[in-house]
């Protein structure tokens, strides 16, 4: 099974930072895509950052040059680094992973739990 933590949420001001972490537990298992996801009250799911090991990463347009998302091998966790948050950055963030079993070509989609990141003027 793959299980995914997050991490470093919380309540900020507009300007300052915060980083978000991803810890993924996959026995068995071989990463594909990880990816983080936000959602804000009232509106749809939308991608922030996308991570794989055969293409570039890939941002929205309202995170670039803000967001920064990498991947720690060594501990196999996501990061996200999120600088100059706006207001409108306020919402739950939400780790996701696509990973195969080794030796099968079948992609299973994972989540996270969820984590709150607040923005205030």
């Known amino acids: 099974q793959v299980q995914l933590v997050e991490s470093g949420g919380g309540a900020v001001q507009a300007g300052e930072t915060l980083r978000l972490s991803c810890a993924i537990s996959?026995?068995?298992?071989?990463?594909?895509?990880m990816s983080w996801y936000r959602q804000a009250p009232g509106k749809e799911r939308e991608l922030v950052a996308t991570l794989s090991s055969d293409k570039p990463s890939n941002y929205g347009d309202s995170v670039l040059d803000r967001f920064t998302m990498w991947r720690e091998n060594r501990k196999d966790t996501v990061w996200l680094q999120m600088n100059s948050l706006k207001v409108e950055d306020t919402a739950v963030y939400y780790c996701?992973?696509?990973?195969?079993?080794?030796?099968?070509?079948?992609?299973?989609?994972?989540w996270g739990q969820g984590t709150q990141v607040t923005v205030s003027s």
């Open positions: 996701n992973v696509e990973a195969t079993r080794f030796g099968r070509t079948y992609v299973h989609s994972y």
């Open positions: 996959r026995s068995g298992f071989s990463l594909k895509t």
